[in-house]
């Protein structure tokens, strides 16, 4: 079994930065991939950033790409998304999602076996 629990969400200015967090614990073969999604009101869940555990390769959505990064710390097995310039349309529920191994990074949700309960951010213009 996986447990994650993600934080640091909030509301921001439009331009500003935020970093979030996914706390894992369990067992390392069910989280070889830590991923982000975020769903906004009235929207699918879509995929954010995605990263494996085993060779650190990322895998980011083009909406975020060079505003965006994922990273993670093994020590404290914690998968950040470092989040800049933010825009009034990454508002969203963003949530943390995890999986064993897999040919590379999925985007689809129902390739992912465990969830967070996500962390609120909101972004004014």
């Keep these: 079994q996986v447990r994650l629990e993600e934080s640091g969400g909030g509301s921001v200015q439009a331009g500003a930065s935020l970093r979030l967090s996914c706390a894992a614990s369990g067992s390392d073969f069910h989280r070889d991939i830590t991923s982000w999604f975020r769903q906004a009101p009235g929207k699918e869940r879509e995929f954010v950033a995605g990263i494996n ?59 992912y076996a465990y969830w967070g309960r996500g962390t609120q951010v909101t972004v004014s213009s």
């Design 53 to 111: 555990r085993l060779d650190s390769s990322v895998h980011l959505a083009e909406s975020i790409k060079g505003r965006f990064t994922i990273s993670r710390d093994s020590a404290e097995n914690t998968v950040y998304l470092q989040m800049n310039t933010l825009r009034p349309e990454d508002t969203a529920v963003y949530v943390c999602a995890a999986r064993g191994p897999w040919p590379q990074i999925p985007t689809e949700t129902n390739l």
